[in-house]
């Protein structure tokens, strides 16, 4: 048994004047499908527990001129989106792919990047959508480009009296073909052995315009290739140009998989270099879907 007070804040204002008062004894959750779990398991909890789930004001999709995800969007919200699947489609594919419909139905995007497990499946495709993160501490706020939010496993920039409370995503990115690939054991309820999602936009003579990769399990955080990306830039559209990317990224210089029980380091290399090529011609899909050609 973890012994442990509970709050569920009204609204922002409340959860901020909770987080001044318990300080560094607090917890921040949302679905809780990762923090008690773990609380459970290392039969080790804060003194408090500050639940964000009645927190509507955080829940929300929406279009403007970018796009706009409140931190406690569900899983299952983005899944169901037809404007995410539609426009970007990596996100969707990340999000359907958390554990079961059940888990996906309270567990949050804004949850899944602050426990910053090197695995999470949101983290690749909000990498290759260049999401900014917005953090707020009572009346201050301050936005974080998500490659700058990850300083190691379980560690992120963000401070104690800070609430992650929205996700955005420029809206030149809907324009990009996007995919994500999740490599694991089966299909549901289990962690990736690797995640690959790749973004790309097109010129009509069907040149890569740019691109966007970024990989998750292959390092102690999610990892934008940079290398492989300008390797990409004005390259045709062909499987050597492809495959070429897929060796750059598996690199020493790009990545660092471990062992692990689920696999070793040589192996997740490997997939690295098979699922490049196979992500990007899907992404390459999406963003020809989207301009007709």
Known sequence: MIDYAYF???????????LAEHGNNAELIAGGTDVMV???LSNRSPEVFISLRGLDELRYIQKKDDYHIGALTTHRMIETSPLMQDELAALYQGAAQVGSVQVRNVATIGGNICNAAPSADTAGPLFILDAVLVLK???????VPIHDFFVG?????????E????????????????AYYKHARR????????GVAVGLSLKEEGRIDD?????????PT????????????DKPLTDDTLKEAGLIASSPECCSPRDSLRCEGWYREDMIRVLIPRVAKEAANDAKKKTGS
Request: glycine residues 6%.
């Open 153 to 161: 496993p379980s560690e992120t920039v963000k401070e104690k009296d």
């Open 222 to 233: 999610p990892i934008r290739v940079f290398e492989a990306e300008d390797f990409l830039r």
């Open 163 to 178: 609430i992650l409370t929205e996700i955005i995503i420029p809206g030149h990115m809907g324009h990009y073909g996007s």
């Open 211 to 219: 691109a966007r990769i970024a990989l998750t399990v292959a390092a």
């Open 187 to 194: 299909k549901a309820m289990n962690l990736p052995i690797i």
């Open 137 to 143: 501490r009572n009346n201050q706020e301050r936005k």
């Open 8 to 18: 569920k804040p009204k609204d922002l204002g409340d959860a901020f004047s909770l």
């Open 38 to 40: 773990l609380a459970k």
